[in-house]
């Protein structure tokens, strides 16, 4: 190894100063990861909220940003009853199949390292986002098309019924988030996103004791939602080398 050097080379950094504000609005597809298990189909609700962002540099080809939400979402979960030979249960009373469903409203506040690739001020970038969320219980609401209070369990395949009574006992949900989506920008009109997201809970909604019904109850969620964000101040580019 005798004579050999190694050449170290800068590698260069572009800041910026751009600030960014908006909106986002979309549909949230969820459901609760219960154990002892509850058969589920995906809850559909909505979300909408405020958007903001600041892209503090461009290193090499990437964009880098800080991406925030202060977002009204409807979670929750759509139970599946159904029969051994699974098929839906048929209330007799109604002659229609059981439906239960709960709605479960947040303010859901997640922070997200943001990165791109493309276009930054006219045309299309792809980004990547993923960071942690927070989320404080507002309410809830249940669906349901029998009386919860003595639910047939002779037809069901699962007989799994105590959260019908159990309202939320957590009020505080946390967890971790990522989405990928594109974005177009317009240096007059703004910045336009399209975005699908995953979110899962790390949190429970109900009690996780060995004294408690359910050991796991978390929140987790498939997001699809659109932005529109808009930019504030001036963009400054300074050229910065990192050795």
């Known amino acids: 190894m005798l004579g050999c050097s190694l050449t170290a080379w800068s590698q260069i950094g572009e800041h910026r100063n751009d600030f960014s504000i908006g909106g986002n609005a979309g549909l949230v597809m969820s459901n609760i990861g219960f154990d002892p298990t509850v058969p589920q189909t995906l809850h559909l609700g909505l979300t909408a909220g405020l958007s903001a962002r600041y892209v503090c540099e461009k290193y090499f080809k990437t964009i880098c940003s800080v991406y925030a939400e202060a977002n009204i979402t409807q979670a929750g979960w759509k139970e599946d009853i159904l029969t051994a030979q699974d098929q839906p249960v048929i209330n007799s009373i109604t002659g229609k199949a059981e439906k239960y469903s709960r709605t ?82 317009h240096r007059r009109f703004g910045h336009f996103l399209m975005e699908a997201r995953y979110y899962y809970g790390l949190g429970n909604i109900y009690g996780d004791t060995k004294r408690d019904y359910f050991g796991k109850s978390n929140v987790s969620n498939i997001v699809v939602k659109a932005a529109y964000l808009f930019s504030l101040g001036n963009k400054n580019k300074v050229s910065v080398k990192y050795n």
């Open 104 to 185: 479960i409203t947040y303010l859901q506040i997640p922070v997200f390292a943001h990165l791109a690739w493309g276009k930054e001020e006219q045309g299309f970038n792809f980004f990547f986002q993923a960071g942690p969320q927070v989320g404080f219980y507002l309410g809830e609401s249940t669906s349901a098309n029998f009386d919860t209070a003595s639910p047939n369990l002779t037809d069901r395949s699962n007989t799994v019924v105590a959260q019908y009574d159990m309202p939320v006992e957590k009020k505080f949900d946390y967890g971790i988030a990522a989405g990928a989506g594109v974005e177009y920008s």
